[in-house]
T-cell receptor, first 116, second 113 residues
Framework: KAGVTQTPRYLIKTRGQQVTLSCSPI?????VSWYQQTPGQGLQFLFE???????NKGNFPGRFSGRQFSNSRSEMNVSTLELGDSALYLC???????????????FGPGTRLTVL | SQQGEEDPQALSIQEGENATMNCSYK?????LQWYRQNSGRGLVHLIL?????REKHSGRLRVTLDTSKKSSSLLITASRAADTASYFC?????????????FGAGTQVVVTP
C-alpha cells in the first residue's frame, strides 16, 4: 500500500505570495491532518479534515486554510506569505481519527517551504 | 503550546548500547505515539500505546506508559548507527482528538559506530 505523498517537496516563494500544498493520504484513509514544523516552535497542528469537513483547527491565523476533496486528497493554502512561514509542512493520514480505534497517524515526507 | 516534553534533549551513545528517552505530558490522553524523524524528513510511526496499556514492544523498541505520572519512556535496545534520528512523542488528548496530535520537542539521538 502506498504511503502518504506530498507535493511539491520543495518550494521557494517571496513575501506576499501565496502557496498551495497537496497531500494524498494512504488509500482508504479519510482523515488528513496538517502540521507545521519549525526549529523554534516544533511541530504544531494546523487543521484536520474528514469527509471534506474541517473538524479541528489549531491556533494559526486565517491566512492558513485548507480543504479536502471527495477522494480524501487534501490541500492547504497559505496566503500573503511571511518570512516566518518558512517551515516543513507535514500532512498525516489516519484511518479512524476518533470514529473507532486510536488516532494513529502516518506522515508524508513533507513540503519544505522557504519564504524569501 | 506543546503537550509533551522529552528528556533528554540530546543523547549520544555507541552502537550496541541501549537508548532511553522519556516523555511527559499534561492532560488526559487516549493514547501516546512515538515517531522517528531523520534529518528534517517526514515522521516515521514507531509505536502506539493506548491509555489502558502499560507496556508495549515492537522489535528492538519497548515503550512504557504511566498515566498516573503522565509519562512515557521509549527504550531502543542494541542501537545501530541507523537509529540516529530525532524521536518525538505525540499525545492524542481526550476530548480534543479530531485528528490532532500534540508533540514534544523531541530527543536527538546520535549513535556512533
Amino acid at each position: 500500500k502506498a504511503g502518504v505523498t506530498q507535493t511539491p517537496r520543495y518550494l521557494i516563494k517571496t513575501r506576499g505570495q501565496q502557496v498551495t500544498l497537496s497531500c494524498s493520504p494512504i488509500s482508504g484513509h479519510r482523515s488528513v491532518s496538517w502540521y507545521q514544523q519549525t526549529p523554534g516552535q516544533g511541530l504544531q497542528f494546523l487543521f484536520e479534515y474528514f469527509s471534506e469537513t474541517q473538524r479541528n483547527k489549531g491556533n494559526f491565523p486565517g491566512r492558513f486554510s485548507g480543504r479536502q476533496f471527495s477522494n480524501s486528497r487534501s490541500e492547504m493554502n497559505v496566503s500573503t506569505l511571511e518570512l516566518g512561514d518558512s517551515a516543513l509542512y507535514l500532512c498525516a493520514s489516519s484511518l479512524a481519527a476518533g470514529l473507532a480505534g486510536p488516532n494513529e497517524q502516518f506522515f508524508g515526507p513533507g513540503t519544505r517551504l522557504t519564504v524569501l | 503550546s506543546q503537550q509533551g516534553e522529552e528528556d533528554p534533549q540530546a543523547l549520544s551513545i555507541q552502537e550496541g548500547e541501549n537508548a532511553t528517552m522519556n516523555c511527559s505530558y499534561k492532560t488526559s490522553i487516549n493514547n501516546l505515539q512515538w515517531y522517528r524523524q531523520n534529518s528534517g524528513r517526514g515522521l516515521v510511526h514507531l509505536i502506539l500505546i493506548r491509555s489502558n496499556e502499560r507496556e508495549k514492544h515492537s522489535g528492538r523498541l519497548r515503550v512504557t506508559l504511566d498515566t498516573s505520572k503522565k509519562s512515557s519512556s521509549l527504550l531502543i535496545t542494541a542501537s545501530r548507527a541507523a537509529d540516529t534520528a530525532s524521536y518525538f512523542c505525540a499525545t492524542d488528548a481526550s476530548g480534543d482528538s479530531w485528528g490532532k496530535l500534540q508533540f514534544g520537542a523531541g530527543t536527538q539521538v546520535v549513535v556512533t559506530p
